[in-house]
């Protein structure tokens, strides 16, 4: 559930995501859960889509490791390692989310150990074909996750963005 939506210019890295949180088939309105797709931390910024116990354990992990490098391979070797953190934590070694990963100038979309490079706009999670075809079109990530928010009943507001200068 949920949408991210990543567009790449020369001089930055847009990246946008809706807010919808969902136990079951229940969206969970009226709690104090402050739970987000899209954080920043440890120097990288992160969008997520699918289960967010998974989410968590990745933003935690974040906290105190990040890849070596802004390389695919680097990336991959990343998660591998947090896929055997997480083992330890849950007995559960697979990745089942989505991920866009911005570290340094570059941007990757992850998708368990697939990783590859973002070079002009990608989106994940069940707004990813809305988001997509307006990306498409050219308009940007926040009005690309606002026509998924429109279109597909598993994305809700507010629309969380971050600008992310890209110094090459």
Known sequence: MSVVACRIY???IEIAADSITVKGYTQAKGTTSKFAKLIQVN????????????????FQFCETH?????????????????????????????????????????AFYVDGLLVWEIV????????EAF?????????????SVGVARELSIYCEKPIISFVIPRII
């Open 10 to 12: 020369d001089d930055r």
């Open 43 to 58: 120097d990288m910024t992160i969008g997520s889509v699918g289960n967010c116990e998974e989410s968590g354990l990745l």
């Open 66 to 106: 990040k890849p070596a490098s802004s390389s695919e391979r680097d990336v991959r070797a990343f998660f591998v390692e947090f896929a055997e953190w997480k083992q330890k934590q849950t007995d559960k070694w697979e990745l089942g989310n989505s991920y866009i990963l911005i570290i340094g100038p570059k």
């Open 120 to 127: 002009t706009y990608q989106a994940i999670g069940a707004g």
């Open 131 to 143: 988001a997509l075809a307006a990306l498409y079109l050219g308009h940007g990530v926040q009005e």
